[in-house]
């Protein structure tokens, strides 16, 4: 089996910037023997990398994604009986925390809601993340959460899942977390980008799931300064082109199943 460490590398090398510097690269390094198509994938890769480094370029990339479910209007009216966090990254060996593990920006945008739908709802909550497959962390994902649901926010957490490396994982491992408790519809918190991959994921266990998608980067207006490239306008197709990518890879795998 191939593996995590392999897979990662394989993934950052096909997803932007890394694949369009090495078709640049290709195409210089072809310039002297093929002048004319070298220099048009080299200048190609380079724009369409220029393109994508700005938040009007990454707005063509996330906003088909972020509009494949839609946003969670009445947080009452569910007839969901648990609240389901999923994951993102973390900040390893945070000194301002006993060097433990805290979750990252992202994570913490997912946990806001979460409380959020806590707030409303009063329905128990689910974190979900493990230990990752790239260092050795002292705390898992999913406990990183719970602490900050804990401590920052006073929102209790019900369950732990943390043996997920996964989005599919996240949705396998919940679920029987879940059903154990009787649990059989719940509301999905994760990034708008991310939504429907998880949904489709946590469909295929039998749960009934409400999407509740948060962070929606195409709802913000654009001016000037969204046409220059940047550093958050390559962020944002990066992480566009993962969820592509997962989608393209979920499709797959559901043909051959």
């Known amino acids: 089996m191939v593996s995590d460490t392999l897979i990662a590398i394989f993934r950052n090398l096909i997803i932007p910037p890394i694949s369009l510097l090495i078709l640049f690269t290709i195409g210089y390094l072809y310039q002297r023997r093929y002048p004319r198509a070298g220099s048009i ?7 369409f990398l220029l ?6 370029g990454a707005w063509l990339l996330l906003d088909p994604l972020e509009n494949l479910e839609p946003v969670l209007v009445d947080t009452r009216s569910s007839a969901a009986q648990a609240i389901v966090v999923l994951s993102a990254g973390s900040i390893e060996n945070s000194p301002e925390y006993d060097h433990h593990e805290s979750p990252d920006y992202v994570a ?42 804990n401590d920052e926010f006073a929102i209790p957490v019900r369950w732990q899942e943390d043996q997920s490396k996964n989005t ?31 949904r489709l994921a946590f469909d295929q266990t039998g749960l009934i799931v409400t999407p509740a998608p948060t962070v929606f980067f195409s709802h913000a207006r654009l001016s000037i300064l969204s046409y220059l490239p940047s550093v958050e306008g390559l962020r944002r197709s ?19 199943v």
């Open 41 to 47: 994938v080299s200048i190609g890769a380079l724009l």
């Open 51 to 56: 393109a994508i480094s700005t938040r009007a």
């Open 108 to 149: 913490l945008a997912r946990i806001r809601y979460a409380a959020k739908l806590y707030r409303d709802t009063g329905l128990p909550i689910l974190v979900s993340g493990g230990f990752g497959s790239q260092f050795p962390q002292v705390d898992s994902l999913a406990s990183a959460m719970a602490g900050a649901l």
């Open 168 to 198: 599919r994982e996240n949705a396998l491992y919940s679920a029987r977390i879940l059903k154990q408790a009787g649990i059989t519809h719940i509301l999905l918190v994760t990034d708008a980008m991310h939504m429907h991959r998880a």
């Open 238 to 256: 990066q992480y566009a082109a993962y969820e592509w990518l997962g989608l393209f890879r979920h499709c797959l795998s559901s043909l051959f």
